[in-house]
Structure formats: C-alpha cells, structure tokens
C-alpha cells in the first residue's frame, strides 16, 4: 500500500535459517549453459542500489522479510549501511549519496527467533502487531476456504500455537496451506504430519506444541475463545474440538 502511494519500486526478500550478508548481495540461480552450473545475479540490495542510482527521483522500498532468521553478523552489516549507505563486501563497493539515501525505506519484519543487536535496535523505530483474534483468524479463512469443515479445528489450533508459547504462532497463509492439504488428502490426510509439515515445522517447536496438550487443559484459552466468538459458534467450535480431537491435536513426530 505504502508502495503504491509512493509509486515505489519495491524489492523483497524472504529470509531464510541461516541467512548470511552475501545473501543479500548476489543470488545463486541454477544455469545450465555456464561451466560450474551457476549463475551469480544481483541480489535484493545491490538491486535497490542501482534502482536508486539510476534515477533521479525514484523511491525505492527494501522488504526483508523474517529478518530474525538471519546469522547475528548480518545486523551489522545491515547497520553500517542504514548509517552510511556504503556497501563495501569483497567485489562490491557502493556508497549512496545523501539525496539517493533520502529516496531509500527498508523495512524488516521480525518474530521471536533471536534479538536484534543493540546497536540496530537503537537505529530502527518499532512496530509491535498484536496476536490476531480467533475471530479475526475465522474470517480471513473463511475467505478462501468458505465451505470447509475444519475451519473451526484450526482456528482452535491457531490459538494453542499461541497459548504453548510457540516463536511464531500459525499464520494465516499457514493454515489454509493445512486446509488445502486436508481437503486433497481426504481420509488419507494424518493431522499429525500435515501439523508438522505445515505449522509446527521443528521437532522443538511441536514438542512445545504437545508438551502443552498434554499437561494443560486450556481453561483460560477457552474463555477467551468464548468471550471472542458469539455463543453459538463458541458451541460448535468446542463439539468440532470434542469430536475431532484426535486428528487435529498433534503428537510427537
């Protein structure tokens, strides 16, 4: 949106576990026609850099996506350029100018997989989202999966992943990719796996998971579905719990 009221050029990168600097300079991609089977291209910074060099007046937005994902070494490789616009990392050597800076946003977003370093975290202003409510959760699926009979099996999981105090609770995107696995598989879908697959995703982090199911009988995390959904729903949400039980509540992998 921001993008689009601007009319900025807009470069996104998903981090992934693991994530160095180098990552955000050049993108290996896979070329048949060259010698060693690899390709170098641009990546997501030095892409901006040339957009902003490139003209006079362009802004241009940087989105690192899941910047906690990243080893601790790239906060200060990302400081010394928010503070000096230089990126100066073995062949690449850049400097922005003031103007080209002023044109520059980056944005980060972040779950609770590491800190960032101090010295970043003086330098960025923070936006904190609240957890999304059940309800909230109920209609953005109901968007794309109206007709679909567990919706209410995974809301009610959306709100255990928040309860057992996973880093990152179930997104929205996360869940429908279960319902659309569910809905392919059928009587053959084991909640289990597809829990794991698509939500849990680490032997840790579904053991945090079950540890929880299995020791806590979520009193508070019904009252709080209760007081989030009219009567009704909150009846059904809790009989579909009941009778579902042990396909959606997961176990250890």
């Known amino acids: 949106t921001l993008c689009k009221i601007e009319q900025a050029e807009k470069y996104f990168m998903q981090m992934f576990p693991g994530s160095r600097e180098d990552d955000l300079l050049l993108k290996l991609i896979p070329d048949e026609n060259s010698k060693s089977g690899i390709k170098l291209h641009d990546g997501v910074l030095i892409q901006a ?7 006079s007046d362009k802004i241009v937005y940087i989105i690192l996506d899941e910047w906690d994902k990243t080893r601790p070494s790239a906060d200060s490789f990302l400081l010394d350029f928010l ?21 520059l946003r980056i944005f980060i977003t972040m779950n609770d997989e590491r800190e960032l370093s101090e010295p970043l975290l003086r330098r960025l202003p923070v936006l904190h989202f609240e957890y999304l409510s059940a309800q909230q ?5 109901e968007m794309t999966h109206k007709e679909n009979a567990y919706i209410k099996n995974v809301v009610i999981l959306y709100q255990k992943t928040i309860a057992a105090g996973l880093p990152k609770p179930a997104t929205i995107q996360e869940l429908r990719q279960l319902l ?11 909640w289990d796996t597809l ?12 053991n ?3 540890d929880f199911l299995q020791t806590n009988e979520n009193q508070e995390l019904n009252e709080e579905i209760r007081q989030e959904v009219n009567p009704d729903e909150f009846t059904e949400m809790q009989e579909a719990s009941e009778t579902e039980n042990d396909s959606y509540i997961p176990k250890l992998p």
């Open 83 to 103: 503070q000096s616009g230089r990126i100066n990392y073995n062949s690449y050597h850049y400097i922005l100018s003031d103007s080209e800076l002023a044109r």
């Open 208 to 210: 945090l998971l079950c």
């Open 195 to 206: 829990v794991f697959q698509f939500v849990t995703k680490t032997v840790e982090n579904h």
């Open 49 to 55: 850099v040339k957009a902003l060099q490139n003209s």
């Open 137 to 141: 959760v109920k209609s953005a699926l």
């Open 180 to 190: 659309d696995a569910i809905s392919l598989l059928g009587n053959e879908a084991d």
